[in-house]
């Protein structure tokens, strides 16, 4: 089911100072996709997916899920949570400690008066599908923090709900486990045919798992695309910067030719990927670490930087480093056989494409 979110605001008031946690968003969520809100702590998120769900009330706007209106401040229409066949996976599990797997995920169906067949028919399958078949009688205590995330995720889709809303669902699990069960949730999502609307801000986390991304910044949204759109061809330095490690230098607009924009930079005169942008026009040279390679020595020619390694830093599958050329110091990476050293010589020649310009 597509949501559709017109206007919406909500405000806050907290030590005599208005914060507004929703600032006219407008949004149009896919049917059947994963769709991700990604941004900073603070930025709003959790504040959205409680209004879609029905647990928040904005101050303004509209929200529909699936052509049917369940909330506009106009119209006078809240429709309550339980009535928006919505399910829901929070930050902490928010499984019950004191009972077992199967009444843990049997709950929501109990609380509609489903008759007790079609409750045991109805936890088996969704035990079955997130693989936790046999477990029914297990304490919920007595799980591993993954297993625990599995029944929430289990408890959420046991109503077959039309739309499945996430928030933060990894965060409390250590970095490997996390790995794991980002990898069993994207395989999940992806059997499902349900609109999934995940919240996190974790980059890695948005990258994996989404069809789209909707990056957020103090109550606005401020792009949306694919992972793949919002990595490689951001439009904005915030946006650039927040989903991955980036180094930014100053430039500005010196010649647009076919395919191509060049600049002058921190760095130099350099060739990027072509972007709209008037001669003289000041903008910002976004360069991702691992398409810098660097080489021992000086050299010459088009795109072609040189400078001098300041720092580096060994973090096992590679040496981080840092690399001074002209005034900027930019994040490398150096094999992790590399013989380059604190102080040596170096220079990398940047291919064009990989050379992104985005709003200053
Ligand atoms: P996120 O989930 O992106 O971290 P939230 O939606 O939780 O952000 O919060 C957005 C902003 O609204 C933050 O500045 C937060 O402090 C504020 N906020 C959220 N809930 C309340 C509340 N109940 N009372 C006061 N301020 C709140
Ligand atoms: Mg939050």
């Known amino acids: 089911m597509e949501i559709l979110i017109r206007g919406v605001s909500r405000h806050y008031f907290s030590e005599g100072r208005t914060i507004k946690a929703l600032d006219a968003v407008d949004l149009v969520i896919p049917a059947n996709r994963i769709f991700t809100l990604l941004g900073p702590s603070g930025c709003g998120k959790t504040t959205l997916l409680r209004s879609i769900v029905g647990l928040e009330s904005p101050d303004a706007g509209e929200i529909s899920i ?13 429709v309550p949570p339980e009535k928006r066949g919505l399910g829901m996976v929070f930050q902490t599990y928010a499984i019950w400690p004191h009972m077992n797997v199967f009444d843990n995920v049997a709950y929501p169906l109990q609380v509609r008066g489903m008759p007790r067949e079609e409750i045991r028919d109805r936890v088996g399958k969704t035990l079955r599908f997130v693989q936790l078949e ?3 009688r297990r304490p919920a205590t007595r799980l591993s923090g993954g297993q625990q995330q599995r029944v929430a995720l289990a408890r959420a889709l046991v109503a077959e709900p039309k739309v499945i809303l996430f928030d933060e669902p990894l965060s409390n699990l250590d970095a490997k486990l996390r790995e794991e069960t980002r990898k069993e949730l994207k395989a999940f999502l992806g059997e499902l045919k349900i609109t999934g609307v995940y919240v996190t801000h974790d980059r890695v986390e948005a990258l994996a ?7 957020m910044r103090a109550g606005r949204i401020v792009e949306i695309g694919t992972p793949q759109k919002i990595y490689f061809n951001a439009d904005t330095e915030f946006v650039a910067d927040f989903i991955g490690r980036a180094n930014l230098v100053k430039a500005r607009v010196r010649a647009q030719d076919a395919g191509r924009t060049v600049v002058e930079s921190g760095i130099g005169v350099i060739a990027c990927e072509r972007r709209e942008a008037a001669i003289g026009a000041e903008m910002t040279l976004c360069i991702r670490p691992e398409f810098i390679r660097v080489e021992k020595g000086e050299a010459a020619g088009e795109n072609v930087v040189n400078g001098r390694v300041e720092t580096r830093v060994f973090v096992g599958e590679t040496w981080e480093s840092e690399v001074r050329a002209g005034g900027e110091l930019l994040m490398v990476r150096l094999d992790p056989d590399a013989a380059i050293e604190v102080g040596d010589a170096v220079n990398f020649r940047l291919d064009p494409a990989h050379c992104l310009l985005v709003a200053a």
């Not at 699936?66 to 809240?78: D, E, L, M, R, T």
């Not at 798992?209 to 990056?215: E, G, P, T």
């Open 134 to 136: 046999g477990y029914e």
């Open 209 to 215: 798992l989404s069809d789209s991304i909707a990056v």
């Open 66 to 78: 699936g052509g049917q209106v369940v909330y506009s401040k106009a119209a006078g229409i809240n």
